[in-house]
């Protein structure tokens, strides 16, 4: 987080780092996973305005300003190390919840493929697989592809979100199967993405559909 080299002992973020970060606790959407503001609601706003094709979720962290640089430097700069610390807290808080799920394989969220050339990694891949090799589980990245380059959700309304990633993803391998598949990305606001994703799955068969993401917006 504050870029700083870390001492001797294999620590993968230093305690003052750590503290500053925001993790989402409950009470949290059933649905998506997000932090709500009261005990008394069991849904976020976008929850209950929507119907979701995935059927849960489970998100890490509120996207506070440490997280947003770290997650910025993991994308555009190559801190593909970063994802090692990512994984671990992830894997801590969600591990037994995924293991109960019993899903058959983990697909991250597809990168079109000029922005892949560009970048040269996906992050949802690399989150992915690390996911796969601590929880013994097969990543598929192969299943799902990306039709077209859209642009950045992050400053888009939910209307102009959904119209934005409508038709961008495509079933790119018909002969796998899959009945209950894990979905991983790095940041879920609306869910207009995953909703896309989920959609494209089911209609190629898959009855049960779960994610797990970094980061979301702050209490709704």
């Known amino acids: 987080m504050c870029t700083q080299i870390l001492p001797p ?19 949290r959407c059933k649905k998506c996973g997000k932090p709500l503001e009261s005990p008394g609601k069991e849904y976020c706003r976008d929850c209950t305005k929507k119907k979701h094709y995935y059927n849960e ?41 995924i293991t109960g799920l019993e899903v058959e394989a983990i697909i991250p969220v597809p990168m079109y493929n000029r922005k892949y050339r560009v970048r040269g990694f996906n992050q949802a891949q690399v989150l992915a697989e690390g996911i796969g090799r601590e929880m013994n589980i097969p990543v598929l990245s192969e299943v799902v592809g990306r039709n077209k380059s859209t642009i950045a959700q992050k400053n888009l309304n939910n209307k102009e979100r959904q119209e934005n990633i409508k038709n961008a ?5 018909n002969k796998v199967k899959l009945n209950k598949i894990l979905l991983v990305d790095d940041i879920y606001t609306t869910g207009s993405t995953m909703d896309a994703v989920s959609r494209v799955l089911r209609e190629n068969g898959t009855k049960e559909i779960f994610f797990v993401c970094l980061c979301t917006s702050g209490v709704n």
């Open 9 to 27: 002992g294999g620590a993968l973020i230093c305690e003052e780092c750590k503290l500053k970060l925001a993790y989402v606790k409950n009470p």
């Open 57 to 97: 979720g489970r998100v890490v962290w509120i996207y506070t300003k440490e997280m947003r640089q770290s997650i910025y430097r993991f994308k555009y700069n190559n801190k593909r190390e970063y994802a090692d610390f990512y994984v671990k807290e992830l894997v801590r808080l969600y591990g037994g919840w």
């Open 169 to 173: 993803f495509k079933i790119t391998n």
